[in-house]
T-cell receptor, first 114, second 111 residues
Framework: NAGVTQTPKFQVLKTGQSMTLQCAQD?????MYWYRQDPGMGLRLIYY???????DKGEVPNGYNVSRLNKREFSLRLESAAPSQTSVYFC?????????????FGPGTRLTVL | KNQVEQSPQSLIILEGKNCTLQ??????????LRWYKQDTGRGPVSLTI?????NTKSNGRYTATLDADTKQSSLHITASQLSDSASYIC??????????FGDGTTLTVKP
């Protein structure tokens, strides 16, 4: 099992450029998430997908779009990148158990917008 | 508003010493509380998960406690090692599945 994988690991964009961050999980989880983490701050939820075919806004969705391509893949798109979107982006998937649940995180994508 | 407050913000200890990290929350209705370890440059990794009925959970040298009445949790690290240097994140989930993340405590273990 690779768990949660993210590509690319690093990216530098100029203001106004667009790009898509890819995320895939091989654990057959229904729910997937995109977070951003700024220096010294906690993770903030951008978008999540409770199941294939559904997506919902999180705490900080402005400037982003998502696609739940299938059960495995959940992508995050920046249509017109801004310096304020410089951050580390983490994808996660959720394992639901009978009594509790836990999230598994990818290694992150470090994005710099100049 | 659901909030998770962690303290201290940062902590430096000597190798072999014990330490305790704190987490206070106002999330309601409570579903579960998780502690994650995040090494520099990596994604968070789950350490412990506790539901309402659990007041302690161990994972090796890591022991988490939960007091659901006072809405407080602690993570105790025993006999610290250099590899324990990381950020420790407290995450509290509500019944609806929404999670609130604390800002983390940065632990540095020095030889």
């Amino acid at each position: 099992n690779a768990g949660v994988t993210q590509t690319p690991k690093f990216q530098v964009l100029k203001t106004g450029q667009s790009m898509t961050l890819q995320c895939a999980q091989d654990m057959n989880h229904n729910s997937m998430y995109w977070y951003r983490q700024d220096p010294g701050m906690g993770l903030r939820l951008i978008y999540y997908s409770a199941s294939e075919g559904t997506t919902d806004k999180g705490e900080v969705p402005n400037g982003y779009n998502v696609s739940r391509l299938n059960k495995r893949e959940f992508s995050l798109r920046l249509e017109s990148a801004a310096p304020s979107q410089t951050s580390v982006y983490f994808c996660a998937s959720l394992s639901r158990g009978p009594h509790t649940d836990t999230q598994y995180f990818g290694p992150g994508t470090r994005l710099t917008v100049l | 508003k659901n909030q998770v407050e962690q303290s201290p913000q940062s902590l430096i200890i000597l190798e072999g010493k014990n330490c305790t990290l704190q987490c206070n929350y106002t999330v309601s209705p409570f579903s579960n509380l998780r502690w994650y370890k995040q090494d520099t440059g990596r994604g968070p990794v789950s350490l412990t998960i506790m539901t309402f009925s659990e007041n302690t959970k161990s994972n090796g040298r890591y022991t988490a406690t939960l007091d659901a009445d006072t809405k407080q949790s602690s993570l105790h690290i025993t006999a610290s090692q250099l590899s324990d240097s990381a950020s420790y994140i407290c995450v509290v989930s509500a019944d609806a599945g929404k999670s609130t993340f604390g800002d983390g405590t940065t632990l540095t273990v020095k030889p």
